[in-house]
């Protein structure tokens, strides 16, 4: 069954960076959901990795995320899942050549559990954007300069999504200055300092990556990793084109 809310409005929420917090965020979801009548979830990247996980964690809080999307999607709710920076190196083919390469270059990224997870991310259909009208959602932003590099047009989620199964690898190796890298910053990796100073213009643009302590509004982003250091709180969207942080 399809979660309404009243008039037949069809309303968004959206999930900052989950980093493995299966087993605290995804009841918190279900309670956002209940609360506001969302009938989709939109999770903004970075399911995978944390600092402190062993493999085996890391396995088991992937494998609970994956199960809880597919059984809500049967219940007819409508869930995206966005891939984060931390998510690219478990879309690597096991063993190929890509994943050697991640294993040299992403922090965080357990090999030991690369199979698992790539297993268990593999149904889940991860985009690299979501868009209704003007409003795009990606796990870290596009920058002006990003996309005019990639030439992006008015309905850019299906070129971004290519630009993700054709190659993450590429996407992941173009961090900005802010984040360590010397590149454009791609939309997973995008630091806040960077979407501020350079929005793509005509957007409202919602994205987690770099953490606040509550759902943040700066013009026309809204920056929603509050799971890492924050009070939790989600961003919902409205039929109307409104915004309203969501604390279950």
Not at 105 to 119: C, L, N, Q, T, Y
Not at 170 to 187: E, I, Q, T, W, Y
Not at 188 to 211: K, N, S
Request: with cysteine.
């Amino acid at each position: 069954m399809r979660h309404l809310s009243a008039g037949g409005s069809m309303t968004v929420l959206f999930v900052g960076d989950i980093h493995l917090k299966s087993a605290r965020v995804l009841p918190a979801v279900d309670r956002a959901v209940a609360m506001v009548g969302a009938d989709e979830v939109v999770f903004l990247g970075d399911i995978c990795d944390d600092w402190d996980a062993t493999a085996r964690e890391a396995v088991a809080a992937v494998r609970m995320f994956a199960d809880w999307v597919a059984a809500r999607r049967a219940a007819g709710l409508d869930v995206t899942v966005l891939a984060g920076n931390h998510d690219l190196p478990y879309l690597a083919r096991p063993r190929s050549a890509e994943f050697h390469w991640f294993r040299r270059e992403a922090d965080g990224f357990k090999p030991r559990a690369h199979e698992s997870i790539h297993d268990a991310l593999k149904p889940l259909d991860m985009r690299l954007a979501w868009r209704r009208r003007r409003v795009l959602a990606t796990h870290a932003g596009v920058t002006g300069a990003w996309a005019a590099y990639a030439g992006l047009s008015d309905s850019p989620e299906g070129e971004l999504d290519s630009r993700l199964r054709e190659s993450p690898m590429h996407l992941f190796d173009m961090a900005g200055p802010a984040r360590g890298g010397r590149s454009v910053p791609s939309p997973v990796w995008a630091d806040r300092t960077e979407l501020e100073a350079d929005p793509w213009g005509g957007w409202t643009q919602v994205v987690g990556h770099t953490p606040v302590p509550t759902v943040t509004n700066a013009g026309k982003l809204w920056f929603c990793d509050t799971w890492t250091d924050g009070d939790g709180s989600m961003l919902l969207l409205s039929d109307d084109g409104s915004f309203t942080p969501v604390r279950p």
